[in-house]
Every structure is written in structure tokens, then in C-alpha cells.
């Protein structure tokens, strides 16, 4: 039996991406970097190139290393390297490596000398993030320097790519700004000979909205999960893979006036039902989340009471026949109106990246749906994807470890497995198994996976479409410490 987990549904990752590509006539790269947003870095980018994609993109050295010790040969670019890392390691792996400057590019000229072979570089340009890569002002420098490292056999210089401020909000003046530099820049390249076989800047955002900034390689990133960037009057056709859920540990009747949680930021307005959900700040849960953010329990979404907790978090039942074992559901696809992501995203005031990126490598059990880029074979328990248990695949000469899948298959991974709800331990110690084919994994009993069957989530007093309404509306309780006094709630409780 379990308590806590986060479910991940493959091919909810290969079917976006196979839009994304849809939409497209540039290759797709499916970024899978910060173990693919939370959702497992193999596990998705085996999905990924099952949807279609290409490439594969991450910010680290390491990622990417970790990418072929699974066995995936699709092309990788890794991009953010500080000075004075292994990298010739990358360059005998045919890892592609971003140089921003003369200095990482003489360190990847470095690194082609130790392994005698050429590093695949790609070139930045800084069109405007002010993050990496080589302002227009010092472009010239770096094209000459990298002219010269090609022609000396040094590197191969595969792309020139940038990165955009503002494209989460179409037509904004930046992104066209962006487009003009980033033209100019490859103008310029080709002045000194460097005439790259992909030119890319389109990031999720762009690679839904500008057509115009395809040119020969997109690099979705948190599309891939089916998250949005974009304002919600922009449908994108996108699922997300990522559901996040727990099962009440127990329930207590309390009295009108007790405060719960620490510091007793919320008080309770009458006799009501307290339920104990067992995930907290330790497992992902934002304590920006306290007293806001949105719960699926029950039938209704209720609102976090109080702060919090490092391990769990409480919610105000009011006289709901709520009891230990029922789902508690944070977020998921948004089906039968449960929160999402973004929903939390809006109630805490940041973007949904960080709210899925947040379960990764928690201490939450991973459990992957669907057979998108899984091996053949039948289902098996193996440990969680990280880099010891990587290590320890390695040393003994056994397949590497992949999110809790056997990774024996290079590519894409191959094709579909048997089974649905591979659990994957991450660091926990929970149980390993397979859920019967059509079968809701491990569900409470005579629930489905999201709620009850026959039943819908509808929205508390207050809320509208299972979507926040404003802050402290929902529970019997109110906010705030002292003596349970102030105005009355939409929930029928007291806000101060």
C-alpha cells in the first residue's frame, strides 16, 4: 500500500511532443534537463524520442553523460559548464557543448586535443537574456577564434543558437528584437565562414506561437510535460504527464477556534473535520502553498489550512465524510475539475516549471503510466535513476537504471512494455510493482485515479471550474492568529 506518490504519464510526454512536431518542419529537441522537469530524466527523454523528437537537450555535463550511459544515442547538447570540467569526456561521448565565449571555446578545443577527436560546438549568442553566450560586441571575436578552431580541425561548429527574454507572452517588442539580433549574428557568422547546420532560439513559448522563429531546430521544454507558458487564452492541445497525490494518514473532529499548523496561521470557525496529508515542503509542496494552495479531496478542492509542513500539510473538512485513506489529489491533468500545475502556479504566484520541477527527486515514489519508449520485456523491478545506483549499474556491468524501467535499448528505447504503473522508489524505500494491464495503480478501494467512480470534482463555495478564487476563501476557517474574530469567508468561515 502506499502513501504518497507522483504519477507520470508517458505517453502524455510522447503524445506533446508529437504535437510539437506536428507544428512544426524544424527537428525537435525535447529539453530533459533538472531530471526532466521533475518527471524522470530518462524515463521522459525515451518518451520524448518515441513523440518524435531528435535531440535532446540539457544545462549540465553530467546529464548528459548520464544520457549515454542509458544508452540513448539521439543527439544531446549540453549547455551550462562552468570552467574546468571533464570535458573531453562529453567530446568522446559525441556529446554536443555550447560555447559562450573565446574562454569556453578554448576549452573545448582543449578537450578535442586530449580525446583527438573534434568537439560538436554550438555558439551563443546573447540576443538580449543578458544571461549566456557572447554579446553582440564580442561576437566577432568568438566567430574569428571559432573559424580558426574549424578550420584547424579542432571543432565542428553544429549550431548557432540563442535564448528569448519574453516569448511567454506573444508580441511582446522583445521577441522581435530578439529575432532581428539573432539574424544579424548569423549574418555575420557566415561572413567568416561558419555556416552551421542548425540555427535555434525557439523555446516552448516560440515554438508554439512563432513560426518565424523555427529556423532549423526547436527546443521545447516544459511543453514537452504538457505544461503551458503561455497566457491561458492560448489553448496548445497539451496533457500534463504529472499527477502529484497522497493518502489521508487520519482524520479529527476539533473544535470552533483551534488553530492548526505552526504559528497557528489558520483558525478553525466551527466544529469541523481536520484531514492530515502526508506531503510537505520536504516532498515539493511550496510552503508559499500555506493557507492557499488548492487540494482535491473528497469530491471538492479544498484550501491548505495553515502552514506548511515539512512533511505534511493539513485541510479543513468542515462536516465532508472525509477518512484516513481517501486521495488527497494536489495537482494533475486538470480532469473532473482538480487543480493543475498552473493552478498552483497562480495561487502561490510563480510559474508551473518549479511546481513540478519541485518533485523531483524527492522523496516521493515516481510511478510511470503508459508505455511510451519503454524495453520490451516483462515488467521487473530495478532501482530508482540516480547517480549512485547509476554508478553501482556501471561498475557491475548490469543494464543502466532508468527511472525505475530497464534501460537496455538504445534510441528511443524501443517499443511498448506490458503493464501500466511502474512504481520507481526515487529516494524513498517503498515497494516495487507493476499494476495489472487497464488496471488504476494501488487506488484506494472502489476509487479510480482521480476520484471516486461516477463522481466529479465540484468546486467549494468560493471557487468556480475547480480554479481559485482569491485567497483565504476556501475552508470553514479563517487566517491569522488571536481570538477567532473578523469577517465571514466564502466558505463560511472567518478571514482576518
Known amino acids: 500500500m502506499w502513501q504518497a506518490e507522483v504519477r507520470i504519464d ?21 529539453v530533459v534537463k533538472a531530471d526532466g522537469y521533475g518527471h524522470g530524466m530518462l524515463p521522459s527523454a525515451r518518451a520524448a524520442l518515441a513523440g518524435g523528437a531528435s535531440w535532446l537537450g540539457v544545462a549540465t555535463l553530467d546529464e548528459a553523460l548520464t544520457l549515454r550511459r542509458a544508452g540513448l544515442t539521439a543527439p544531446v547538447l549540453a549547455w551550462l559548464l562552468a570552467p574546468g570540467l571533464p570535458l573531453h569526456e562529453g567530446v568522446a561521448s559525441d556529446i554536443d557543448l555550447n560555447a559562450g565565449n573565446v574562454a569556453q571555446l578554448a576549452e573545448l578545443v582543449t578537450a578535442a586535443r586530449h580525446v583527438q577527436r573534434p568537439a560538436r560546438a554550438h555558439l551563443k549568442l546573447d540576443t538580449g537574456l543578458a544571461r549566456g553566450g557572447a554579446t553582440p560586441a564580442e561576437w566577432p571575436t568568438l566567430l574569428e577564434a571559432a573559424a580558426k578552431a574549424q578550420a584547424d580541425g579542432e571543432i565542428e561548429v553544429v549550431g548557432i543558437w540563442s535564448h528569448f527574454v519574453y516569448a511567454d507572452a506573444p508580441g511582446h517588442e522583445t521577441v522581435d528584437h530578439q529575432l ?29 506561437t512563432r513560426p518565424d522563429a523555427h529556423y532549423d531546430l526547436v527546443r521545447p521544454g516544459v511543453a514537452v510535460y504538457g505544461l503551458s507558458p503561455l497566457p491561458p487564452e492560448h489553448p496548445t492541445g497539451l496533457r500534463p504527464a504529472m499527477t502529484a497525490r497522497a493518502r489521508v494518514a487520519l482524520t479529527k473532529r476539533v473544535p470552533a477556534g483551534q488553530g492548526v499548523s505552526y504559528g497557528h496561521a489558520y483558525y478553525t470557525a466551527a466544529e469541523t473535520t481536520l484531514a492530515l496529508v502526508p506531503l510537505g515542503y520536504g516532498d515539493g509542496v511550496p510552503r508559499h502553498a500555506s493557507n492557499v494552495g488548492p487540494v482535491a479531496l473528497g469530491g471538492r478542492i479544498r484550501t491548505i489550512a495553515g502552514r506548511v509542513c ?57 510511478v510511470y503510466d503508459g508505455t511510451a519508449g519503454l524495453p520490451d520485456g516483462p515488467a521487473t523491478s530495478v532501482p530508482d535513476t540516480n547517480e549512485s545506483a547509476q554508478a553501482a549499474a556501471d561498475s557491475s556491468g548490469a543494464a543502466p537504471v532508468a527511472g525505475g524501467v530497464p534501460s537496455s535499448v538504445p534510441g528511443a528505447g524501443g517499443s511498448s512494455s506490458t503493464g501500466s504503473g511502474r512504481r520507481d522508489a526515487s529516494s524513498a524505500a517503498s515497494e516495487s510493482s507493476w499494476a495489472a494491464p487497464g488496471e488504476p495503480f494501488e487506488a484506494a478501494p472502489g476509487e479510480s485515479f482521480e476520484a471516486a467512480p461516477g463522481e466529479s470534482f465540484e468546486a467549494a463555495p468560493g471557487m468556480s471550474d475547480g480554479r481559485r478564487a482569491s485567497a483565504g476563501r476556501l475552508g470553514a476557517g479563517r487566517l491569522g492568529a488571536g481570538p477567532p474574530t473578523g469577517s465571514a469567508s466564502a466558505g463560511g468561515g472567518v478571514v482576518v
Open 10 to 30: 508517458l505517453d502524455a510526454i510522447r503524445d506533446n511532443v508529437a504535437t510539437l512536431c506536428a507544428g512544426t518542419t524544424a527537428e525537435v529537441m525535447a
Open 180 to 208: 532581428a539580433v539573432f539574424a544579424e549574428g548569423l549574418a555575420t557568422a557566415e561572413h567568416y565562414g561558419i555556416e552551421p547546420r542548425y540555427r535555434h532560439i525557439a523555446n516552448s513559448a516560440a515554438t508554439l
Open 310 to 366: 515539512m512533511d505534511q500539510i493539513v485541510l479543513d473538512c468542515g462536516d465532508d465524510p472525509v477518512a484516513a485513506g481517501d486521495v488527497a489529489t494536489l495537482f494533475g491533468p486538470g480532469d473532473n475539475g482538480t487543480p493543475t500545475a498552473t493552478d498552483w502556479a497562480e495561487a502561490i504566484g510563480t510559474i508551473n516549471y518549479e511546481i513540478v520541477t519541485r518533485f523531483g527527486g524527492s522523496r516521493v515514489p515516481r
